[in-house]
C-alpha cells in the first residue's frame, strides 16, 4: 500500500509507547499479556490510532463464531511466503487488542486480524481491509450477544458497499446473507456441521429448506450460492478445478475447512494455494488448542469449545471409546454466564467414554450429562479428575476460561 514510511503522529507515537508501557507493567504484575489494557490506553490517548497503524499494512479481517483464532493463525503463516506479517495471534479480537498488536509490528506488510464479531463494521472502517474472511455464525454468550440473526444483519449492513474482497462461507445461509450485501464476494464450501441456527431464512423468515449440502428457501428464493472454492475431503479445489492436498498437524473436519477459507484468502494476496497449504503444515497449536501436555503421568489433550457449533465439531476428532473425557464449563463474564446452551449439545456422541466433570458449572453440567444417560463423575478439580484416569491418552474438552485455567494448572 502506498504511503509515508512513517505514518504516525507524534500523539500517534505517544500512544503506542504509553500503550507499550502499560503491557509491560501489567505483563510484570503476572495479570495477563497485557494487549487489552495496553490497547485502551493508546486508544484513550489517541482515539484514531488503529487507523493510523493499519494505514500502511495490506490487512485481512477474520471473523466468526467458531475458527477464527485458528484460521487467523493459518492465514497469518500462509502469507509470509509473500512478506513479514503482524497478527493478533493470542486472540485479543477487540479494538484494544487488535490496536496492541499493531503497535508491536512496525515493519509488516500484512496484518492479519481476528476480529469478534460484534466489532467486525466498526473495526472494518479503521482498517479499510483488503480481505475480510466470513466464515460461520452460530449461537454463542446468548447474554450479551443477543441472537445470530442480529449479528448476520450487522455484517450486512457494515458491510454493504465494502471494497474489500469478501471470503465467505457459501455452506452457512447466515454469512452468505450477510455477505451478499458486498459487490466482491468469492464463495468456499467449506462445510456447516451445525445447522440448528439456520432453519429460517435470514432473509423473509420462511423455512429453509435443506436437501442433501444445498439450501434454499421455499418462500423468496433465497439460496446457496454457487462457491469457487470447496473443501473436498483432504484437497481445496481450487476455481480452476485443481486439486490441492491439505496437510495439517491439526486434527478434525472443522480444521481442514479453515485451512480452504485460508486458501481461498491468500490467493487474494498471490500466495499460490500449493504454497499455502505447505506452510499452514507448520502450526502444531493455537493458543494452547490441541496441545498435548504431560501431567501426572498422562497425555492430556486440551481442547476448546465454547458453544454447541464447536462441541459438536470437537466430539468428531477425539479419540474413540474408552478413552477417557474430561468436560470442564465456566460461567464467568467471558464466556457468557448463561449456560442454557449446554441443553443444545449432543452429548450422547460420548457414550462408552468414561466422563469425568469439572468447571465452576460442573453441576448444570452433571444435570445435563444424566438427561443424555451418560455414565460420568463430578470431581473437584483437574488433579482429582485425572487421578480417576487411566494411565494414558486423555481427551479434556473446555469451555473459554475453563480452558485458560487448565492451561495454568499444567503449565501449558
Excluded at 501489567?26 to 495479570?31: C, M, T
Excluded at 471494497?163 to 451478499?180: E, G
Excluded at 433465497?222 to 491439526?250: C, E, K, M, N, Y
Aim: net charge neutral.
Amino acid at each position: 500500500m502506498a504511503g509515508n514510511s512513517d505514518p504516525l503522529t507524534p500523539r500517534a507515537k505517544l500512544a503506542v509507547t504509553a500503550g507499550k508501557a502499560v503491557a509491560a507493567a501489567s505483563r510484570a504484575a503476572g495479570r495477563g499479556s497485557g494487549s487489552v489494557i495496553g490497547g485502551r490506553v493508546a486508544l484513550k490517548l489517541d482515539p484514531d490510532l488503529l487507523a493510523r497503524l493499519a494505514q500502511n499494512l495490506d490487512c485481512v479481517l477474520v471473523s466468526a463464531t467458531n475458527g477464527k483464532t485458528t484460521t487467523t493463525r493459518l492465514i497469518a503463516e500462509a502469507l509470509r511466503a509473500a512478506g513479514p506479517v503482524v497478527s493478533n495471534a493470542l486472540g485479543a479480537n477487540m479494538p484494544a487488542g487488535i490496536t496492541s498488536a499493531l503497535a508491536g509490528g512496525s515493519d509488516a506488510k500484512f496484518g492479519v486480524i481476528e476480529v469478534d464479531e460484534k466489532y467486525l463494521a466498526g473495526v472494518a472502517r479503521d482498517t479499510d481491509p483488503k480481505c475480510i474472511a466470513l466464515l460461520n455464525l452460530s449461537r454463542d454468550q446468548l447474554d450479551r450477544a443477543a441472537e445470530t440473526r442480529m449479528l448476520a444483519e450487522n455484517w450486512r449492513e457494515g458491510l454493504a458497499g465494502s471494497k474489500a474482497v469478501i471470503v465467505a462461507n457459501a455452506d452457512d445461509p447466515l454469512v452468505v446473507w450477510a455477505a451478499s450485501s458486498s459487490p466482491n464476494v468469492i464463495w468456499v464450501a467449506a462445510g456447516q456441521m451445525w445447522k440448528d441456527d439456520a432453519w429460517s431464512c435470514p432473509s423473509c423468515g420462511g423455512v429453509m429448506q435443506r436437501p442433501g449440502d444445498d439450501w434454499f428457501c421455499g418462500e423468496c428464493g433465497f439460496r446457496r450460492p454457487t462457491p469457487s472454492w470447496a473443501l473436498s475431503g483432504d484437497h481445496v479445489l481450487d476455481p480452476h478445478g485443481s486439486a490441492w492436498p491439505i496437510h495439517l498437524q491439526l486434527p478434525g473436519r472443522a480444521n481442514k475447512a479453515n485451512a480452504a477459507s485460508s486458501a481461498a484468502v491468500a490467493a487474494v494476496f498471490g500466495v499460490p494455494p500449493q504454497v499455502a497449504l505447505e506452510r499452514m503444515y507448520q502450526v502444531q497449536a493455537v493458543a494452547g488448542r490441541y496441545d498435548v501436555v504431560q501431567f501426572e503421568g498422562r497425555d492430556l489433550r486440551l481442547l476448546l469449545a465454547k458453544n454447541p457449533a464447536g462441541w459438536l465439531e470437537t466430539f468428531s476428532l477425539i479419540d474413540p471409546p474408552p478413552t477417557p473425557v474430561i468436560l470442564s464449563v465456566n460461567a464467568r463474564s467471558a464466556d457468557g454466564t448463561d449456560t442454557s446452551w449446554l441443553w443444545d449439545v449432543d452429548y450422547t456422541r460420548l457414550t462408552g467414554h468414561p466422563i469425568c466433570v469439572i468447571g465452576d458449572r460442573k453441576l448444570d453440567l452433571a444435570v445435563r450429562l444424566e438427561v443424555a444417560n451418560q455414565q460420568f463423575q463430578v470431581c473437584e478439580n483437574l488433579d482429582q479428575a485425572v487421578q480417576m484416569c487411566p494411565p494414558g491418552r486423555i481427551e479434556v474438552i473446555a469451555n473459554y476460561t475453563a480452558f485458560q485455567d487448565l492451561r495454568r494448572r499444567v503449565g501449558n
